[in-house]
Protein backbone atom coordinates (compact mmCIF):
# COMPACT_ATOMS: atom_id res chain seq x y z
CA UNK A 1 0.00 0.00 0.00
CA UNK A 2 0.97 3.46 -0.74
CA UNK A 3 1.48 6.08 1.75
CA UNK A 4 -2.07 6.52 3.62
CA UNK A 5 -3.83 9.53 3.03
CA UNK A 6 -4.54 10.32 6.64
CA UNK A 7 -0.80 10.35 8.15
CA UNK A 8 -1.66 12.08 11.58
CA UNK A 9 -4.97 12.01 13.97
CA UNK A 10 -4.09 15.92 14.14
CA UNK A 11 -5.57 16.51 10.56
CA UNK A 12 -8.80 17.04 11.62
CA UNK A 13 -11.35 19.84 11.89
CA UNK A 14 -10.85 22.14 15.09
CA UNK A 15 -14.47 21.47 16.21
CA UNK A 16 -13.95 17.74 16.31
CA UNK A 17 -11.68 18.03 19.50
CA UNK A 18 -13.20 21.20 20.87
CA UNK A 19 -16.72 18.62 20.93
CA UNK A 20 -15.19 15.81 21.91
CA UNK A 21 -13.76 17.48 24.79
CA UNK A 22 -17.00 18.79 25.68
CA UNK A 23 -18.73 15.00 25.57
CA UNK A 24 -16.03 13.40 26.89
CA UNK A 25 -16.51 15.56 30.25
CA UNK A 26 -20.33 16.20 30.25
CA UNK A 27 -21.46 12.66 28.56
CA UNK A 28 -18.56 9.91 28.38
CA UNK A 29 -20.79 7.48 28.66
CA UNK A 30 -23.26 8.18 25.40
CA UNK A 31 -23.25 5.68 22.62
CA UNK A 32 -23.92 6.99 19.27
CA UNK A 33 -24.39 5.85 15.58
CA UNK A 34 -22.96 8.17 12.43
CA UNK A 35 -23.63 7.12 8.52
CA UNK A 36 -22.34 8.02 5.43
CA UNK A 37 -24.59 10.04 3.02
CA UNK A 38 -23.70 11.00 -0.72
CA UNK A 39 -26.08 13.52 -1.87
CA UNK A 40 -24.97 14.26 -5.36
CA UNK A 41 -24.18 11.77 -8.20
CA UNK A 42 -20.83 10.44 -8.44
CA UNK A 43 -19.32 10.28 -12.01
CA UNK A 44 -18.76 6.46 -11.05
CA UNK A 45 -20.37 4.59 -7.96
CA UNK A 46 -18.47 4.98 -4.85
CA UNK A 47 -18.90 1.00 -3.91
CA UNK A 48 -15.66 0.53 -6.34
CA UNK A 49 -13.61 2.30 -3.47
CA UNK A 50 -14.28 -0.25 -0.95
CA UNK A 51 -11.18 -2.20 -0.87
CA UNK A 52 -9.18 1.03 -0.81
CA UNK A 53 -11.33 2.62 1.74
CA UNK A 54 -10.89 -0.78 3.83
CA UNK A 55 -7.26 -0.54 3.78
CA UNK A 56 -7.13 3.12 4.45
CA UNK A 57 -9.23 2.72 7.57
CA UNK A 58 -6.65 -0.17 8.14
CA UNK A 59 -3.98 2.31 8.31
CA UNK A 60 -5.99 5.13 10.29
CA UNK A 61 -6.92 2.59 12.98
CA UNK A 62 -2.79 2.09 13.43
CA UNK A 63 -2.43 5.84 14.18
CA UNK A 64 -1.94 7.44 17.97
CA UNK A 65 -1.04 11.01 18.74
CA UNK A 66 2.88 11.94 18.62
CA UNK A 67 4.27 13.44 21.42
CA UNK A 68 4.97 16.55 19.81
CA UNK A 69 0.68 16.64 18.38
CA UNK A 70 -0.33 16.41 22.33
CA UNK A 71 2.18 19.44 23.28
CA UNK A 72 0.65 21.02 20.47
CA UNK A 73 -2.92 20.80 21.46
CA UNK A 74 -1.90 21.13 25.33
CA UNK A 75 -0.59 24.73 24.06
CA UNK A 76 -4.66 25.95 22.80
CA UNK A 77 -5.71 27.10 26.37
CA UNK A 78 -9.22 25.77 25.99
CA UNK A 79 -7.69 21.88 25.68
CA UNK A 80 -7.77 20.59 29.16
CA UNK A 81 -5.39 18.43 30.57
CA UNK A 82 -7.34 15.49 31.42
CA UNK A 83 -8.83 15.38 27.71
CA UNK A 84 -5.16 15.39 25.99
CA UNK A 85 -4.58 12.62 28.32
CA UNK A 86 -7.03 10.89 26.92
CA UNK A 87 -5.68 11.53 23.62
CA UNK A 88 -2.79 10.38 24.89
CA UNK A 89 -3.86 6.28 24.58
CA UNK A 90 -6.66 6.71 22.20
CA UNK A 91 -6.56 4.72 19.10
CA UNK A 92 -9.74 4.11 16.92
CA UNK A 93 -11.41 0.51 17.11
CA UNK A 94 -11.48 -1.00 14.04
CA UNK A 95 -14.32 -3.03 15.01
CA UNK A 96 -16.48 0.39 15.62
CA UNK A 97 -16.67 1.40 12.01
CA UNK A 98 -18.01 -1.10 9.03
CA UNK A 99 -17.80 0.00 5.51
CA UNK A 100 -20.31 -2.17 3.11
CA UNK A 101 -21.34 -1.92 -0.27
CA UNK A 102 -25.48 -2.20 -1.80
CA UNK A 103 -25.33 -2.54 -5.42
CA UNK A 104 -23.94 0.83 -6.64
CA UNK A 105 -23.95 2.36 -2.74
CA UNK A 106 -21.06 2.79 -0.74
CA UNK A 107 -22.45 2.14 2.85
CA UNK A 108 -20.31 3.59 6.25
CA UNK A 109 -21.60 3.06 9.87
CA UNK A 110 -19.39 4.02 12.58
CA UNK A 111 -21.25 3.11 15.91
CA UNK A 112 -20.20 2.45 19.42
CA UNK A 113 -19.33 4.80 22.35
CA UNK A 114 -19.55 8.44 21.15
CA UNK A 115 -16.25 9.35 22.52
CA UNK A 116 -14.61 6.64 20.41
CA UNK A 117 -16.98 6.85 17.15
CA UNK A 118 -16.99 10.62 16.86
CA UNK A 119 -13.51 11.44 15.27
CA UNK A 120 -14.57 8.73 12.54
CA UNK A 121 -16.07 11.60 10.04
CA UNK A 122 -13.96 14.17 9.26
CA UNK A 123 -11.05 12.02 8.68
CA UNK A 124 -13.69 9.29 6.62
CA UNK A 125 -14.60 12.09 4.39
CA UNK A 126 -11.03 12.87 3.58
CA UNK A 127 -10.31 9.98 2.51
CA UNK A 128 -13.57 8.93 0.29
CA UNK A 129 -12.58 12.47 -1.37
CA UNK A 130 -9.32 11.77 -2.33
CA UNK A 131 -9.77 8.04 -3.27
CA UNK A 132 -12.25 9.01 -5.70
CA UNK A 133 -10.41 11.85 -7.46
CA UNK A 134 -7.11 9.77 -7.68
CA UNK A 135 -9.44 8.23 -10.62
CA UNK A 136 -8.98 11.95 -12.48
CA UNK A 137 -6.38 12.85 -14.25
CA UNK A 138 -4.38 15.08 -11.67
CA UNK A 139 -1.94 17.77 -13.67
CA UNK A 140 -5.48 18.68 -15.55
CA UNK A 141 -7.17 18.95 -12.09
CA UNK A 142 -3.79 20.68 -10.39
CA UNK A 143 -3.80 23.19 -13.57
CA UNK A 144 -7.07 24.04 -13.49
CA UNK A 145 -7.12 24.38 -9.09
CA UNK A 146 -4.22 26.72 -9.38
CA UNK A 147 -5.77 28.93 -12.37
CA UNK A 148 -8.71 29.28 -10.61
CA UNK A 149 -7.48 29.79 -6.79
CA UNK A 150 -5.30 32.90 -8.34
CA UNK A 151 -8.41 34.52 -9.48
CA UNK A 152 -10.12 34.15 -6.15
CA UNK A 153 -6.86 36.00 -5.08
CA UNK A 154 -7.38 38.43 -7.68
CA UNK A 155 -10.89 38.98 -6.48
CA UNK A 156 -9.67 39.47 -3.46
CA UNK A 157 -7.16 42.20 -4.14
CA UNK A 158 -9.78 44.07 -6.32
CA UNK A 159 -12.10 44.42 -3.08
CA UNK A 160 -8.87 46.13 -1.63
CA UNK A 161 -9.71 49.13 -3.56
CA UNK A 162 -13.53 49.77 -1.92
CA UNK A 163 -14.11 51.84 0.94
CA UNK A 164 -13.03 50.48 4.38
CA UNK A 165 -16.42 49.45 6.36
CA UNK A 166 -16.58 49.45 9.97
CA UNK A 167 -15.42 45.69 10.19
CA UNK A 168 -12.44 43.74 8.56
CA UNK A 169 -13.22 41.00 5.90
CA UNK A 170 -11.62 37.91 6.95
CA UNK A 171 -11.97 34.32 5.59
CA UNK A 172 -10.79 30.87 6.84
CA UNK A 173 -10.43 27.80 4.99
CA UNK A 174 -13.14 24.91 6.12
CA UNK A 175 -12.20 22.85 3.02
CA UNK A 176 -11.03 19.73 5.11
CA UNK A 177 -13.47 17.47 4.31
CA UNK A 178 -14.16 17.76 0.69
CA UNK A 179 -11.59 18.60 -0.47
CA UNK A 180 -9.26 16.99 -3.90
CA UNK A 181 -6.42 16.08 -2.19
CA UNK A 182 -3.86 16.62 1.30
CA UNK A 183 -1.06 18.04 -0.65
CA UNK A 184 -3.38 20.01 -2.60
CA UNK A 185 -5.24 21.77 0.66
CA UNK A 186 -1.72 22.51 2.31
CA UNK A 187 -0.77 23.85 -1.23
CA UNK A 188 -4.15 25.96 -1.27
CA UNK A 189 -3.68 27.20 2.87
CA UNK A 190 -0.05 28.06 2.18
CA UNK A 191 -0.83 30.11 -0.81
CA UNK A 192 -3.38 31.99 0.82
CA UNK A 193 -1.26 32.86 3.95
CA UNK A 194 1.39 33.85 1.20
CA UNK A 195 -0.49 35.98 -0.69
CA UNK A 196 -3.63 37.41 0.84
CA UNK A 197 -2.30 37.82 4.68
CA UNK A 198 -5.01 40.59 4.92
CA UNK A 199 -8.11 39.07 4.54
CA UNK A 200 -7.08 34.81 5.63
CA UNK A 201 -6.82 34.45 8.88
CA UNK A 202 -7.02 30.83 9.91
CA UNK A 203 -8.02 27.36 8.75
CA UNK A 204 -10.04 24.81 10.29
CA UNK A 205 -7.44 21.98 9.76
CA UNK A 206 -5.82 21.13 12.80
CA UNK A 207 -2.50 20.20 11.33
CA UNK A 208 -1.83 22.79 8.46
CA UNK A 209 -2.86 25.40 11.39
CA UNK A 210 0.13 24.01 13.12
CA UNK A 211 2.84 23.59 10.33
CA UNK A 212 2.01 26.69 8.63
CA UNK A 213 1.65 29.00 11.99
CA UNK A 214 -1.65 29.34 11.87
CA UNK A 215 -5.21 30.38 14.24
CA UNK A 216 -7.30 26.77 14.20
CA UNK A 217 -10.76 27.39 13.37
CA UNK A 218 -14.13 26.19 14.97
CA UNK A 219 -16.38 25.69 17.79
CA UNK A 220 -19.24 23.18 17.32
CA UNK A 221 -21.46 21.50 14.46
CA UNK A 222 -24.49 19.51 14.37
CA UNK A 223 -23.91 16.62 15.75
CA UNK A 224 -23.12 18.42 19.32
CA UNK A 225 -26.57 19.84 20.08
CA UNK A 226 -28.14 16.78 17.91
CA UNK A 227 -26.70 14.63 21.06
CA UNK A 228 -28.53 16.56 23.21
CA UNK A 229 -31.97 15.45 21.78
CA UNK A 230 -31.34 12.14 23.51
CA UNK A 231 -29.12 13.06 26.68
CA UNK A 232 -32.17 13.01 28.88
CA UNK A 233 -32.99 16.38 29.14
CA UNK A 234 -36.12 17.39 27.63
CA UNK A 235 -36.34 18.05 24.05
CA UNK A 236 -37.64 21.33 24.05
CA UNK A 237 -34.72 22.01 26.21
CA UNK A 238 -31.80 20.26 24.03
CA UNK A 239 -31.13 23.24 22.56
CA UNK A 240 -30.25 25.07 25.84
CA UNK A 241 -29.28 22.32 27.87
CA UNK A 242 -26.04 22.04 24.77
CA UNK A 243 -25.43 25.61 24.69
CA UNK A 244 -25.41 25.78 29.06
CA UNK A 245 -22.39 22.81 28.37
CA UNK A 246 -20.69 24.68 26.27
CA UNK A 247 -20.43 27.86 28.61
CA UNK A 248 -19.38 25.78 31.90
CA UNK A 249 -16.95 23.54 29.65
CA UNK A 250 -14.96 26.96 28.01
CA UNK A 251 -16.21 29.68 30.15
CA UNK A 252 -15.84 32.28 27.43
CA UNK A 253 -13.51 30.83 24.71
CA UNK A 254 -15.11 29.15 21.67
CA UNK A 255 -17.78 31.61 21.99
CA UNK A 256 -19.60 30.81 18.30
CA UNK A 257 -22.89 28.65 18.42
CA UNK A 258 -24.23 26.84 15.15
CA UNK A 259 -27.82 27.97 14.36
CA UNK A 260 -29.69 25.42 12.72
CA UNK A 261 -29.60 22.33 14.23
CA UNK A 262 -33.93 22.77 14.60
CA UNK A 263 -33.79 25.99 12.57
CA UNK A 264 -32.79 29.77 13.10
CA UNK A 265 -36.27 30.75 14.45
CA UNK A 266 -36.64 27.81 16.99
CA UNK A 267 -32.76 28.51 18.20
CA UNK A 268 -33.22 32.40 18.94
CA UNK A 269 -36.35 31.19 20.81
CA UNK A 270 -33.83 29.64 23.09
CA UNK A 271 -31.11 32.28 22.84
CA UNK A 272 -32.22 34.77 25.39
CA UNK A 273 -30.57 37.37 26.50
CA UNK A 274 -28.03 35.22 29.15
CA UNK A 275 -26.47 33.06 26.09
CA UNK A 276 -26.64 36.29 23.57
CA UNK A 277 -24.56 37.86 26.11
CA UNK A 278 -22.20 34.93 26.74
CA UNK A 279 -21.95 34.16 23.20
CA UNK A 280 -19.23 35.94 21.06
CA UNK A 281 -21.50 35.65 17.74
CA UNK A 282 -23.74 32.90 15.74
CA UNK A 283 -22.53 30.08 12.59
CA UNK A 284 -24.45 30.28 9.45
CA UNK A 285 -24.95 26.99 7.94
CA UNK A 286 -28.27 26.58 5.79
CA UNK A 287 -30.94 28.63 4.67
CA UNK A 288 -30.84 32.59 2.61
CA UNK A 289 -27.54 34.20 4.20
CA UNK A 290 -29.04 37.39 4.15
CA UNK A 291 -32.35 37.14 6.21
CA UNK A 292 -30.70 34.55 8.83
CA UNK A 293 -27.97 38.13 9.19
CA UNK A 294 -30.69 39.72 9.61
CA UNK A 295 -32.83 38.05 11.80
CA UNK A 296 -29.46 37.49 13.96
CA UNK A 297 -29.02 41.56 14.02
CA UNK A 298 -32.75 42.23 14.68
CA UNK A 299 -32.46 39.48 17.70
CA UNK A 300 -29.53 41.44 19.36
CA UNK A 301 -31.17 44.79 18.63
CA UNK A 302 -34.04 43.55 20.60
CA UNK A 303 -32.20 42.12 23.37
CA UNK A 304 -30.55 45.61 23.05
CA UNK A 305 -27.19 43.97 22.69
CA UNK A 306 -24.52 45.97 20.57
CA UNK A 307 -24.13 44.11 17.39
CA UNK A 308 -20.51 45.74 16.78
CA UNK A 309 -19.25 43.77 19.57
CA UNK A 310 -20.36 40.29 17.97
CA UNK A 311 -19.71 38.15 15.32
CA UNK A 312 -21.87 36.61 12.19
CA UNK A 313 -19.51 33.23 10.56
CA UNK A 314 -20.95 32.24 7.26
CA UNK A 315 -20.02 29.05 6.22
CA UNK A 316 -22.54 27.14 3.93
CA UNK A 317 -21.56 26.56 0.38
CA UNK A 318 -19.71 30.13 -0.10
CA UNK A 319 -17.15 30.92 -2.92
CA UNK A 320 -15.47 34.40 -2.82
CA UNK A 321 -18.60 36.80 -4.87
CA UNK A 322 -20.80 35.28 -2.08
CA UNK A 323 -18.53 36.13 0.65
CA UNK A 324 -17.64 39.59 -0.36
CA UNK A 325 -21.66 40.79 -1.19
CA UNK A 326 -22.08 39.16 2.71
CA UNK A 327 -19.50 41.65 3.57
CA UNK A 328 -21.05 44.80 1.57
CA UNK A 329 -24.29 44.12 3.17
CA UNK A 330 -23.73 43.58 6.84
CA UNK A 331 -19.63 44.61 7.85
CA UNK A 332 -20.62 48.24 8.92
CA UNK A 333 -23.32 46.91 11.53
CA UNK A 334 -21.28 43.44 13.36
CA UNK A 335 -18.17 41.99 12.77
CA UNK A 336 -18.30 39.15 10.14
CA UNK A 337 -15.91 35.82 9.38
CA UNK A 338 -16.60 33.73 6.03
CA UNK A 339 -15.38 29.87 6.17
CA UNK A 340 -15.02 28.84 2.74
CA UNK A 341 -14.85 24.56 2.16
CA UNK A 342 -14.69 22.84 -0.93
CA UNK A 343 -14.61 26.63 -3.58
CA UNK A 344 -11.06 26.41 -1.70
CA UNK A 345 -10.08 23.14 -1.57
CA UNK A 346 -11.70 21.22 -4.45
CA UNK A 347 -12.62 23.62 -6.99
CA UNK A 348 -10.41 21.74 -9.72
CA UNK A 349 -12.93 21.76 -12.90
CA UNK A 350 -14.90 18.42 -11.02
CA UNK A 351 -17.92 18.69 -10.05
CA UNK A 352 -17.18 17.85 -6.42
CA UNK A 353 -18.73 14.93 -4.13
CA UNK A 354 -21.28 16.13 -1.57
CA UNK A 355 -20.96 13.67 1.15
CA UNK A 356 -21.35 13.95 4.64
CA UNK A 357 -20.94 11.72 7.66
CA UNK A 358 -23.69 12.10 10.14
CA UNK A 359 -25.40 11.50 13.56
CA UNK A 360 -28.45 9.42 13.46
CA UNK A 361 -28.84 7.86 16.70
CA UNK A 362 -27.76 8.74 20.35
CA UNK A 363 -28.41 6.50 23.25
CA UNK A 364 -30.30 4.24 20.81
CA UNK A 365 -32.42 6.82 19.86
CA UNK A 366 -33.08 8.59 16.46
CA UNK A 367 -31.80 12.15 16.53
CA UNK A 368 -32.65 14.84 13.96
CA UNK A 369 -31.28 18.51 12.13
CA UNK A 370 -34.46 20.83 10.78
CA UNK A 371 -31.96 22.73 8.74
CA UNK A 372 -33.17 25.59 7.12
CA UNK A 373 -32.64 24.01 3.42
CA UNK A 374 -34.74 21.29 3.25
CA UNK A 375 -32.39 19.08 1.21
CA UNK A 376 -30.02 19.19 4.63
CA UNK A 377 -32.56 17.93 6.59
CA UNK A 378 -31.18 14.43 8.15
CA UNK A 379 -33.42 11.76 10.18
CA UNK A 380 -34.14 8.24 9.94
CA UNK A 381 -37.12 8.03 11.88
CA UNK A 382 -40.27 9.98 10.00
CA UNK A 383 -42.14 9.64 13.97
CA UNK A 384 -39.27 11.14 15.63
CA UNK A 385 -38.77 14.28 13.14
CA UNK A 386 -42.84 14.92 12.88
CA UNK A 387 -42.30 15.07 16.86
CA UNK A 388 -39.44 17.27 16.55
CA UNK A 389 -41.22 19.89 14.38
CA UNK A 390 -44.19 19.76 16.83
CA UNK A 391 -42.26 20.61 19.35
CA UNK A 392 -40.95 23.43 17.82
CA UNK A 393 -43.90 24.53 16.32
CA UNK A 394 -42.09 24.11 12.35
CA UNK A 395 -44.19 23.42 9.50
CA UNK A 396 -43.34 21.00 7.58
Not at 217 to 231: N, P, V
Not at 284 to 304: C, I, T
Request: charged letters at 25%; one cysteine or more; proline letters at 4%.
Amino acid sequence: MSQAIIGSLLETDLYKFTMWQAMLHRHPQAQAEYRFVCRNQPVFPLAELLPELEQELDALCDLSFRPDELRYLSSLRFMKSDFVDFLRIFRFQRDFIKASTDGLTLNIIASGPQVHVMGFEIHLLAIVNELYFRRFDAQTALTQGRQRLQHKIAQLEAFEQEPARAHPFEVFDFGLRRRFSGPWQREVVATLKREIPQYFKGTSNVLLARDLGLVPIGTMAHEYLQSYQATGVRLRDHQKAALEDWVQEYRGDLGVALTDVVGMDAFLADFDLYFAKLFDGLRHDSGDPFVWGEKALAHYAKLRIDAHHKRLVFSDGLDVPAAIALHRHFSDRTQLGFGIGTNFSNDMGHEALNIVMKLTHCNGQAVAKLSDSPGKTICEDETFLAYLRQVFNIKS
